[in-house]
T-cell receptor
Framework: GDSVTQMEGPVTLSEEAFLTINCTYT??????LFWYVQYPGEGLQLLLK?????DKGSNKGFEATYRKETTSFHLEKGSVQVSDSAVYFC????????????FGSGTRLQVQP | NAGVTQTPKFRILKIGQSMTLQCTQD?????MYWYRQDPGMGLKLIYY???????DKGEVPNGYNVSRSTTEDFPLRLELAAPSQTSVYFC?????????????????FGPGTRLTVL
């Protein structure tokens, strides 16, 4: 079945540092790929998405490129802020049927001033 | 629009008790989902619905039931609560208009219900 693997956290960075959170997936067909963010005590919010190979999703300075050849969707940001501290989830949605999301285990990011 | 709302926010149950988690969306979405999130883990799909009157099991349906009598509401029922059901429960909704494989619309999540079974 479908699966998503993320790098384990926590990831601790200083403000203005470069961020990369790795995500790889296993899926049949042509899944859509997502990054969701969860701030403390809140639900999940969509950060960005990509629906086909070589698409780049971007939002709030975050970017991720759908790489079918390496089955990856790594999240990057050039300069993190304290307000980016949260848990980040990589997820995929199958191309048919229920279209539910398969999530990775999440990566906690802590940004220090 | 309120989006996806869930009640209650917190609940403590004793083993063997029952309860219903409420979920309502006001975006006229056809798809609705229930997920659970265990500590340090990603979300797992419990049940989903593709429209009023149509529901199906996800990855971890045991111990739960759902119904979808209207487009807006998708309650999750826990019968005979067990400690293994201690978790945070998220409801989500999306609109999928069919079409090309691989085109999937965004899921919108509620704020969650934190359930403890003692």
């Amino acid at each position: 079945g479908d699966s998503v693997t993320q790098m384990e956290g926590p990831v601790t960075l200083s403000e203005e540092a470069f961020l990369t959170i790795n995500c790889t997936y296993t899926a049949t067909g042509y899944p859509s790929l997502f990054w969701y963010v969860q701030y403390p005590g809140e639900g999940l919010q969509l950060l960005l998405k990509a629906t086909k190979a070589d698409d780049k999703g971007s939002n709030k300075g975050f970017e991720a490129t759908y790489r079918k050849e390496t089955t990856s969707f790594h999240l990057e940001k050039g300069s993190v802020q304290v307000s980016d501290s949260a848990v980040y989830f990589c997820a995929l949605s199958g191309s048919t049927g229920r279209r539910a999301l398969t999530f990775g285990s999440g990566t906690r990011l802590q940004v220090q001033p | 629009n309120a989006g996806v709302t869930q009640t209650p926010k917190f609940r403590i149950l004793k083993i063997g008790q029952s309860m219903t988690l409420q979920c309502t969306q006001d975006m006229n979405h056809n798809y609705m989902y229930w997920y659970r999130q265990d500590p340090g883990m990603g979300l797992k799909l419990i049940y989903y619905s593709v429209g009023a009157g149509i529901t199906d099991k996800g990855e971890v349906p045991n111990g739960y039931n759902v119904s979808r009598s209207t487009t807006e509401d998708f309650p999750l029922r826990l019968e005979l609560a067990a400690p293994s059901q201690t978790s945070v429960y998220f409801c989500a909704s999306s609109y999928s208009g069919g079409g090309l494989a691989g085109i999937t619309d965004t899921q919108y999540f509620g704020p969650g219900t934190r359930l403890t079974v003692l």
